[in-house]
């Protein structure tokens, strides 16, 4: 069976930027993932918090190489936009990939 790579980033934005930060991560991170040879999908969650929007992409991929082609050699480390600072509370440093079976 083949092995997919899972890549979770997670994110947050004051809740009354949910909607546009949503609109804006489409334009941005979504389309640079969905553009990327080698992923397998894209799933964006997110969830209220009171005064906070937790975001997180979760992206599959065939093999470690394409993340690095996504995100570069450093491949654990988040990639951010330019324009996240307009909408992001934090910057966490890096990202969770996971072995991914699918049965």
Same mark, same amino acid.
Do not use: K
């Given at each position: 069976?083949?092995?997919?790579?899972?890549?979770?980033?997670?994110?947050? $934005?004051?809740?009354?930027?949910?909607?546009?930060?949503?609109r804006?991560?489409?334009?941005?991170?979504?389309?640079?993932?969905k553009? $990327?040879?080698?992923?397998?999908?894209?799933?964006?969650?997110?969830?209220?918090?009171?005064?906070?929007?937790?975001?997180?992409?979760?992206?599959?991929?065939?093999? +470690?190489?394409?993340?690095?082609?996504?995100?570069?050699?450093?491949?654990?480390?988040?990639? +951010?936009?330019?324009?996240?600072?307009?909408? *992001? *509370?934090?910057?966490?440093?890096?990202?969770?990939?996971?072995? $991914?079976?699918?049965?």
């Open positions: 069976m083949p092995t997919i790579i899972t890549r979770i980033w997670h994110g947050t $934005t004051a809740a009354h930027h949910a909607d546009d930060y949503l804006y991560l489409e334009a941005s991170g979504l389309a640079d993932y553009n $990327t040879p080698g992923n397998l999908g894209v799933q964006v969650l997110r969830r209220l918090d009171g005064a906070i929007c937790h975001f997180w992409t979760v992206t599959r991929w065939d093999s +470690y190489e394409s993340i690095q082609r996504f995100a570069g050699p450093d491949y654990d480390q988040a990639r +951010y936009y330019p324009d996240d600072a307009q909408y *992001l *509370l934090e910057f966490e440093p890096t990202v969770l990939h996971c072995e $991914t079976f699918e049965y």
